[in-house]
């Protein structure tokens, strides 16, 4: 038996490391969801109900504030978070199923534009 969980453990491990070695483009856009509510709030940004109309699908999309990110010298944290969430496929844990970057207004001041990054990690039942 522990033969059985070694070797469902080993091609785990081996399909996280083929997808940490390849690089993922953005796979969709602000426009591809539609929003609910806010699920909680953090330092960086906040997390949204969405759905994802093309498959009627609901998610939670982490929002985060590039600006705010690199003033609190967590890019490499902020990378890491999202190659780990897109490599991971476990029973039990969140994965990122999509992620990109976009520009929206800001709205305390309507003619700055802000950078966001939105991962969009399977809702969990």
Same mark, same amino acid.
């Given at each position: 038996?522990f033969?059985?969980?070694?070797?469902? +453990?080993?091609?785990l #491990?081996?399909?996280?490391?083929?997808?940490? &070695?390849? &690089?993922?483009?953005?796979?969709a856009?602000?426009e591809?969801?539609? #929003?609910? #509510?806010?699920l $909680?709030? $953090?330092? %960086?940004g906040?997390?949204?109900?969405?759905k994802?109309?093309?498959?009627s699908?609901?998610y939670a999309?982490?929002?985060?504030?590039?600006?705010? +990110?690199?003033?609190?010298? /967590?890019?490499?944290?902020? !990378?890491?978070?999202? !190659?780990? +969430? /897109?490599?991971i496929?476990?029973?039990f844990m969140?994965f990122?199923e %999509?992620?990109?970057?976009? !520009?929206?207004k800001?709205?305390?001041n309507?003619?700055?534009?802000?950078?966001n +990054?939105?991962?969009?990690?399977? #809702?969990?039942?």
């Amino acid at each position: 038996m522990f033969k059985e969980y070694h070797d469902i +453990l080993e091609n785990l #491990r081996t399909t996280f490391m083929e997808k940490w &070695k390849t &690089k993922v483009d953005e796979n969709a856009k602000l426009e591809d969801f539609e #929003r609910f #509510r806010t699920l $909680g709030t $953090g330092a %960086f940004g906040r997390v949204i109900l969405v759905k994802y109309k093309p498959t009627s699908s609901y998610y939670a999309m982490k929002i985060l504030d590039k600006a705010k +990110l690199v003033k609190m010298k /967590q890019v490499d944290h902020t !990378r890491n978070e999202k !190659r780990i +969430l /897109q490599c991971i496929s476990f029973p039990f844990m969140v994965f990122m199923e %999509f992620f990109f970057k976009a !520009r929206i207004k800001n709205r305390s001041n309507d003619t700055t534009d802000t950078l966001n +990054l939105y991962l969009s990690i399977h #809702r969990v039942y």
